[in-house]
């Protein structure tokens, strides 16, 4: 059975800092895609980031570039998001997600994490 367990959400002001992690049972990350989306209340989800383990390229929406990081370390099948100088407009639940490429479409990615609340207060 496919897992991936997230944890590193929580509650910070603006400005604050905050680091998502997302680690995979079941699987490995072996020549796989892995994306960070959220859904903001009364929001359609949207991509965050992702990053291709097979050679590490990285993809950032407009409105986290130069303030989000995503990496992933293949050994401990681990991938993460450090979220720096965070806003109010960025509170959302976050979600992991599997697949084997970072353009596939949101509704059709594999597997997913539960979701982890990241709230920003200004």
């Known amino acids: 059975e496919v897992q991936l367990v997230q944890s590193g959400g929580g509650s910070v002001q603006t400005g604050g800092s905050l680091n998502l992690s997302c680690a995979a049972s079941?699987?490995?990350?072996?020549?796989?895609?892995i994306g960070w989306f959220r859904r903001a209340p009364g929001k359609e989800p949207e991509a965050v980031s992702c990053?291709?383990?097979?050679?590490?390229?990285?993809f950032y929406a407009e409105p986290v570039k130069g303030r989000f990081t995503i990496s992933s370390d293949n050994t401990k099948n681990t991938v993460y998001l450090q979220m720096n100088n965070l806003k109010p407009e960025d509170t959302a639940l976050y979600y992991c997600?599997?697949?084997?490429?970072?353009?596939?479409?949101?509704?059709?990615?594999?597997?997913w994490g539960r979701g982890t609340q990241v709230t920003v207060s200004s």
């Open positions: 079941g699987l490995t990350f072996d020549n796989r895609a």
């Open positions: 997600a599997v697949d084997l490429s970072c353009d596939v479409v949101i509704t059709d990615w594999d597997y």
């Open positions: 990053i291709t383990s097979s050679d590490g390229r990285t």
